[in-house]
């Protein structure tokens, strides 16, 4: 029994578990008040997250919300986190009590986590959330049943509203107070002799070598279970040596006595589940029929793939057309900034450094901030209503026929927004070399920051005034552009597939969550915490490269005086330390269609790919002034001529110098998450190297092959 909290000296730890998708972070902020991100689609939560709660018996106590996951197998990184944080393993405490959180539209597979849980003989609240959804879908749930069978406290709730939480918090503190009462047996499952042995002699030695304490006999059974359900000779999990190499040997003993270890298991307690499920829960077949109308469409191979683009189509519309007014009003502003600064500053290197350097970068990336809204805006309302499933059960069997496992489907639209967080969600796939190929490949997801470049060129060389049919050009190239990024992720995974990272991809299990209305606080949640995440980045990575650039471009100063302005300041800019170097890799990226401007872009943007926004506004703002504050940056940038006289960007150009942003590893920040992740320089590096040729090779072919063509 939990200990009064006045008896502590560290507050009571409560795990809050379930499955993905059944709303337990959305509960976790309802309880603690945080702002954890909230989707309606499994692999959320990859990481521990912990708030405090205040009780009014027990005072502060401090709630872990871990991975969701449909079984404590651990056979995936995100499963080993749960079953460590629900174990007190790896330094971690063992939680006082556990919420575990059930799905109320899919109450019946949801047990089975509750009852893995409660094997391990820790203090349980079973949490039935989203009641109102269940209604809505003709579910009608016996509590009191509920209750007799597994001698918990089952409280019903509607997380996103906010209901029932008050019942809950005092069932939590007298659980916490009082302790757990004698459980009933009636879920309990029997295991066959053979394995009902191995598991007491597992027990055993598992107490001796666990670095936890196994509090009671069900306790150390349940983890000799895991141990045997969770290891092989590949595991990544950490063990200690005797455990696992008895753990194996039992594993080899029951495998020759023919037992299927999975099915000796798992199919025991759905057998429990399957016996009370008809006193527990009654399903109106009308409410059904309207969700499996619409899956009829939406997951159909020709109409969903149909309604998948018209829906890509919408939001690269938003984020060209619908974005505008507020880029204007961002723009306009930084303007004004910078003439007020102008006005009220004498000509001195500290003025140049704040219009030119600080002013023209930071702003120069801070004008995509509502485009970056939108984007976010889309992917959370279509997480939050249930779409995104659909989707990744419509992509599944052409994903496989490359290679790829089903489950990277939402790493890879989490790749849209950034590739640091898609490449953590990978830990929700189980096989490492699944995982592996999907990280390898998350790259070429143009994700937001390459945003910027893409919406900066294409204003640039694909005006509003060109328009095919009823969009503008821009809309449809930018939609092409991600299109074509995810057919490259696609193709660089049946490539990798077939040869370093050999195999087939294991089935996919996926959960096709009910339609909701998504959760408005959670959307606005989810877009403060973006916009703030891009506004630290502008302020901070971005300002201090800017200042950086500022001052490689000034410096040295070169005095020249030829009578020509334009021809001055390109003079000026090639002596500086930063025109050296681009004029050192002009060689290598001239056949690309780049200058050696283009080239001191290219290497800042290594830091952050939008850098390379900022980048420019500082190259293009150097060295002439006034007529740059004059006009926008790309009027300076459509002036700007090569030795021969020819321009520097043209259509054929912005292609060029796009195919080479989707495909290069131009973020340190992703190659430091790859390293951690896989545990492996050497991966790392081939990451680097892989997607830095492929952009090389495929700009080349853009721009040399439009050359051939006859296009500029």
């Known amino acids: 029994m939990a200990k009064p909290h006045s008896d502590r000296t560290t507050p009571l730890t409560i795990a809050v578990a379930g499955n993905p998708n059944s709303g337990k972070t959305t509960l976790f902020n309802a309880l603690t008040g945080a702002s954890a991100r909230v989707g309606n689609h499994p692999g959320i939560t990859v990481e521990e997250r912990s708030g405090t709660l205040e009780l009014e018996r027990s005072g502060k106590v401090r709630l872990v919300d871990i991975p969701g996951c449909y079984s404590l197998n651990a056979r995936s990184p995100d499963e080993e986190v749960a079953i460590n944080a629900l174990l007190g393993r790896r330094g971690q405490p063992r939680p006082d009590a556990v919420l575990v959180v059930l799905d109320a539209t899919a109450l019946e597979r949801n047990l089975y986590i509750l009852m893995q849980v409660m094997e391990f003989d820790l203090p349980v609240i079973a949490v039935v959330n989203m009641l109102d959804s269940a209604r809505d879908d003709g579910i009608d749930i016996s509590f009191d049943r509920l209750r007799k069978i597994f001698g918990i406290a089952f409280v019903g709730i509607v997380a996103r509203r906010r209901h029932g939480m008050n019942l809950l918090k005092s069932e939590l503190d007298d659980l916490l107070q009082d302790g757990c009462p004698t459980r009933p047996t009636e879920w309990l499952w029997t295991p066959n002799p053979d394995l009902d042995r191995e598991l007491d002699e597992l027990a055993a030695i598992s107490a001796e070598e666990c670095h936890f304490n196994l509090s009671s006999r069900l ?189 990277a489907f939402v790493p890879m639209i989490s790749g849209f927004a950034c590739a640091v967080p898609a490449i953590m969600a990978t830990r929700t796939i189980e096989d490492r070399r699944d995982r592996m190929l999907t990280m390898m490949v998350l790259p070429l997801i143009s994700c937001s920051a390459r945003l910027p470049v893409y919406t900066m060129i294409i204003a640039l060389v694909f005006p509003n005034e060109m328009s095919t049919g009823f969009f503008h050009t821009g809309t449809l190239v930018l939609l092409g552009v991600y299109l074509g990024s995810t057919m490259l992720a696609l193709l660089a995974a049946g490539l990798l597939s077939r040869t370093v990272l050999k195999g087939k991809p294991q089935p996919m299990l996926l959960e096709l969550p009910p339609y909701r209305i998504p959760d408005l606080r959670s959307v606005m949640l989810t877009l403060r915490d973006r916009a703030m995440a891009f506004l630290s980045t502008a302020g901070t990575i971005i300002l201090v490269i800017t200042i950086v650039l500022w001052a490689l471009l000034t410096f040295p100063a070169v005095d020249v005086d030829t009578g020509d302005p334009q021809a001055d300041a390109t003079t000026i800019l090639r002596g500086s330390y930063a025109g050296r170097i681009g004029t050192m890799i002009e060689p290598i990226i001239e056949p690309l269609g780049f200058d050696w401007k283009i080239g001191i872009g290219l290497i800042g943007s290594f830091a952050a790919r939008e850098v390379f926004v900022s980048t420019m506004g500082v190259v293009y703002g150097i060295g002439d002034n006034d007529e740059v504050l004059e006009r926008n940056l790309g009027k300076a940038m459509l002036a700007d001529r090569r030795a021969d006289g020819t321009p520097v960007w043209t259509p054929l150009t912005g292609l060029s110098l796009m195919a080479f942003f989707v495909v290069a590893m131009q973020c340190m920040s992703t190659l430091a998450v790859t390293r951690r992740e896989t545990r492996s320089w050497g991966w790392t590096a081939f990451m680097l190297a892989y997607l830095t040729t492929g952009a090389w090779i495929l700009s080349f072919v853009v721009y040399q092959g439009g050359r051939l063509l006859g296009y500029a």
Not at 374 to 384: A, N, P, S
């Open 219 to 407: 306790a150390g059974r349940a983890f000799a279970l895991w141990l045997l359900s969770s290891l092989n000779r590949h595991s990544e999990l950490v063990v200690r040596p005797a455990a696992k190499k008895f753990a194996l040997a039992a594993r080899a003993r029951l495998r020759e006595a023919g037992y299927d270890l999975d099915h000796e298991t798992i199919v025991p307690r759905w057998q429990v589940i399957d016996r009370m499920a008809p006193d527990i829960i009654r399903i109106s077949e009308n409410q059904k029929q309207k969700t499996e109308r619409i899956d009829s469409v939406l997951t159909h191979p020709v109409w969903g793939s149909m309604v998948f683009v018209g829906v890509m189509t919408l939001i690269f519309q938003a984020l060209f057309s619908w974005s505008d007014p507020m880029i204007g009003l961002i723009e306009s502003g930084f303007a004004h900034l910078s003439n007020w600064v102008i006005g009220q500053m004498p000509s001195s290197l500290g003025r140049d450094l704040l219009t030119d350097g600080i002013i023209a970068g930071v702003g120069g990336v801070l004008v995509f901030l509502p485009q970056i809204l939108f984007l976010f805006l889309f992917i959370t309302v279509l997480e939050g209503s249930g779409y995104m499933s659909r989707t990744a059960f419509l992509l599944d069997r052409a994903m496989r026929r490359i290679g790829l496992h089903g489950h």
